[in-house]
């Protein structure tokens, strides 16, 4: 199968790193653009309440905040990553998802026939999480997944 263009899965990790040079240094060879797709899951009522005990002003907010900003710095490495490999390229970031669901449904909106990502990833409030969602993509996606140890 030759592939045509390549969605791309980091939530900014060390591992996540290597799958973005993997995935841009495959999509170079075959001279396809990429879409870089990092997701926000949604905050968790435990931590904003714990948020919230300890006073902080509007948590959810602070947290989507928080989220959009760690979610543009990652997209920034990615994009300078991908200006280096002199692949064409778009960024995406979305926000408030499942990460599976996200990954699986912007490959398919976007029409990449082949998604790229990392074995597993990082977790933890304001991060962005992939890792254990490598098995659901895997188990739920249509499209073919190369998975990046």
């Not at 300078?80 to 449904?105: T, W």
């Not at 790229?116 to 188990?139: C, D, I, K, P, Y």
Request: proline fraction near 4%.
């Amino acid at each position: 199968m030759i592939y045509k263009k390549i969605l791309i899965a980091t939530d900014g990790s060390e591992l996540a790193n290597r799958a973005v040079a993997h995935g841009l240094k495959l999509a170079k060879e075959l001279k396809v653009p990429v879409v870089v797709v990092t997701v926000t899951p949604m905050w968790s009522a435990l931590e904003i309440a714990h948020e919230a005990r300890l006073s902080t002003v509007n948590p959810v907010e602070r947290y989507q905040e928080s989220a959009a900003f760690w979610a543009q710095k990652i997209l920034n490495e990615a994009d300078e990553q991908a200006k280096a490999a002199g692949v064409s390229f778009e960024l995406v970031h979305v926000p408030e998802s499942a990460p599976a669901e996200g990954i699986i449904a912007t490959a398919e909106k976007q029409g990449c026939d082949l998604i790229v990502m990392a074995s597993h990833g990082r977790r933890g409030l304001g991060r962005l999480v992939l890792g254990s969602q490598a098995n659901e993509v895997l188990a739920y996606s249509k499209v073919p997944t190369l998975i990046v140890r």
